[in-house]
């Protein structure tokens, strides 16, 4: 679903600067374990993923934060992401996690979900 509505903004929006979508607590988990954040305790209360997205130059960029800090996502994209940003390839991230079965269509009579 984040990946839906971001790409819908990207595809229909020349405007946007930022890009936020609220994530409910079993995704913000999900998230966190697909990047192999082995923190036993868990996110803290309050806690916040955002997800960026950059236009730079041509390129989607895109950067995770985790309570403000720069999250690595070297687990899933290694050796794409800008130690000095943070900065990754959008359209790179989203295939990995395509290919490794985190994104999934949902089928509604008259309508596909992403």
């Known amino acids: 679903e984040v ?19 609220p994530l409910s607590p079993e995704n913000f988990v999900s998230i966190l374990s697909i990047l192999d954040f082995s923190d036993e305790t868990g996110p803290l209360p309050k806690s ?10 041509k390129d989607i960029q895109a950067r995770l934060l985790y309570n403000g800090q720069v999250l690595p996502v070297d687990s899933i994209i290694p050796n ?22 985190y994104l999934s269509k949902c089928v509604i009579p008259g309508r596909t979900i992403w």
């Open 80 to 101: 794409q992401q800008d130690l000095l940003t943070g900065l990754f390839p959008y359209n790179n991230f989203q295939s990995i996690l395509k290919q490794k079965g």
């Open 3 to 21: 990946f839906r509505i971001i790409n819908h903004k990207l595809a229909t929006e020349t405007y946007h600067r930022i890009i936020a979508v």
């Open 48 to 57: 916040h993923i955002i997800l960026e997205i950059w236009e730079v130059g």
